[in-house]
């Protein structure tokens, strides 16, 4: 029998931002209008993950995998033997999804400011958009390389179930 812990919803969300971020970050940059629709796909896609985080249930749900000190602890003391008690998220891979998270979050309101009259031409609001786009892209990098190591690691088909669920 086959356990699904990520819903479709979720799934979708991953890998429609995936490639939404991925598309602004390399192919749409420069400003153009499909960079920005793109940064505005992703904002409403974060927002939409953060209201199911908030108010969802199940392994996508924030208080299934929040990580707490407690959480953390016990998952320093038992990796990596016991990997497997965390239906979805351990507490290493939820601290990535919070940062990934924010970082995104951050990266489209400063892409946004950038367009408003008031932060129009302003270098620390496009460098700190650089600089978030690059962090989030660094943790992006660290997040695959992650999956694969713990999905050797454990034997669980982890890449596996962001297709299948």
Excluded: C
């Amino acid at each position: 029998m086959t356990l699904t812990v990520w819903p479709l919803a979720v799934r979708l969300f991953h890998w429609t931002n995936a490639a939404l971020f991925l598309a602004a970050y390399g192919l749409l940059e420069g400003g153009e209008d499909w960079h920005a629709r793109a940064g505005y796909g992703v904002a409403a896609l974060v927002l939409w993950r953060i209201a199911y985080g908030l108010f969802g249930r199940g392994p996508a749900a924030f208080r299934a995998f929040w990580p707490t000190p407690s959480r953390l602890r016990r998952y320093i003391a038992v990796f990596p033997d016991r990997d497997g008690e965390f239906p979805g998220h351990n507490p290493a891979g939820a601290l990535m999804i919070l940062f990934l998270l924010a970082g995104l979050l951050l990266t489209a309101l400063t892409g946004w400011l950038q367009e408003t009259d008031r932060f129009w031409g302003e270098e620390w609001v496009q460098r700190l958009h650089e600089v978030a786009a690059d962090a989030v892209m660094a943790a992006v990098a660290l997040h695959v390389a992650a999956v694969l190591l713990m999905q050797r690691l454990s034997g669980k088909p982890l890449l596996r179930a962001m297709f299948r669920g």
